[in-house]
């Protein structure tokens, strides 16, 4: 292992820690709590990397980022066009980092990995202007009848008759 390596898996020592894991539980991650900072990502390779509406991150700075469990667990891709790298759990696919060129000295993980506190709650959108129209945005809901634990929007407003042009 390199020295390189050595430092970014020692970490930073008077860092309290954060731990996180992928679906499977094959790769373990921990960040320095409290997180650099948390933010919702609507660009559309979040939203397709994590199968999501967006995807919800935190911020850490990588001298305060490790892997605990699993690096040989752990394929890489980079996006050419966005000189990004994203990384994944081979056996279960979890995205687990996504770093940018532009911001070497930062590591981004998926918020969803952590079950605890990350010391940082996401106040920033980026790429707000790619939602898109079908992602929840906070209207009432309400419990859908017959179907324990499913909440609905319900069957809005009655629309008129619709023209059809052939």
């Given at each position: 292992?390199?020295?390189?390596?050595?430092?970014?898996?020692?970490?930073?020592?008077?860092?309290?820690?954060?731990?996180?894991?992928?679906?499977?539980?094959?790769?373990?991650?921990?960040?320095?709590?409290?997180?650099?900072?948390?933010?919702?990502?609507?660009?559309?390779?979040?939203?397709?990397?994590?199968?999501?509406?967006?995807?919800?991150?935190?911020?850490?700075?990588?001298?305060?980022?490790?892997?605990?469990?699993?690096?040989?667990?752990?394929?890489?891709?980079?996006?050419?066009?966005?000189?990004?790298?994203?990384?994944?759990?081979?056996?279960?696919?979890?995205?687990?980092?996504?770093?940018?060129?532009?911001?070497?000295?930062?590591?981004?993980?998926?918020?969803?990995?952590?079950?605890?506190?990350?010391?940082?709650?996401?106040?920033?959108?980026?790429?707000?202007?790619?939602?898109?129209?079908?992602?929840?945005?906070?209207?009432?809901?309400?419990?859908?009848k017959g179907?324990?634990?499913?909440?609905?929007?319900?069957?809005g407003k009655?629309r008129g008759?619709?023209?059809?042009?052939?």
């Amino acid at each position: 292992m390199n020295d390189t390596k050595k430092r970014r898996n020692a970490g930073n020592a008077s860092a309290t820690w954060v731990k996180g894991q992928c679906l499977c539980g094959n790769v373990e991650v921990e960040i320095g709590f409290p997180a650099r900072w948390a933010w919702h990502d609507h660009c559309a390779a979040s939203r397709r990397a994590h199968g999501a509406a967006y995807a919800t991150y935190v911020g850490s700075w990588r001298s305060r980022f490790r892997f605990t469990k699993g690096e040989k667990s752990i394929t890489r891709y980079e996006d050419k066009a966005s000189a990004a790298i994203r990384s994944f759990c081979t056996r279960c696919g979890t995205p687990l980092t996504y770093e940018r060129h532009r911001s070497p000295t930062m590591v981004n993980v998926p918020r969803a990995l952590f079950t605890n506190r990350t010391g940082r709650e996401p106040l920033y959108h980026l790429a707000i202007e790619e939602m898109q129209e079908w992602t929840y945005t906070g209207e009432a809901l309400k419990p859908l009848k017959g179907f324990p634990g499913v909440v609905w929007t319900g069957a809005g407003k009655k629309r008129g008759k619709v023209a059809y042009l052939l």
